[in-house]
């Protein structure tokens, strides 16, 4: 099992930054890589981005490269995203993930975050 917290969500304008947080506890060395979804009032849930075990190796939805950068704290068993340059269409709940590799579907997620861009 795998338990998933995140935190950092709020509410910012256009153009400004937040870091969100995910705490990772349990089996968190079987699920190797960690990933961010959003899902927008009335749309599915997307994926954002995504870094396997190392950090050596992320990737990004086209909708936010050279924007928000994934990283991850093994010793503390943390996961961020940094967001910034934040546009009204960001605005999303936020969801942290543990996938057994890059591309699986995800087994364990978290509660979610709201992060909401003003105009």
């Known amino acids: 099992q795998v338990q998933l917290v995140e935190s950092g969500g709020g509410l910012v304008q256009a153009g400004g930054s937040l870091r969100l947080s995910c705490a990772a506890s349990g089996r968190t060395f079987s699920m190797p890589v960690m990933g961010w979804f959003r899902q927008a009032p009335g749309k599915e849930r997307v994926f954002v981005a995504s870094?396997?075990?190392?950090?050596?190796?992320?990737v990004y939805a086209d909708s936010v490269k050279g924007r928000f950068t994934i990283s991850r704290d093994n010793a503390k068993n943390m996961v961020y995203l940094q967001m910034n340059s934040l546009k009204p269409e960001d605005t999303a709940v936020y969801y942290c993930?543990?996938?057994?590799?890059?591309?699986?579907?995800?087994?364990?997620w978290g509660q979610g975050t709201q992060v909401t861009v003003s105009s």
């Open positions: 993930a543990a996938a057994l590799s890059s591309g699986a579907t995800p087994k364990y």
């Open positions: 870094i396997n075990w190392s950090g050596g190796s992320t």
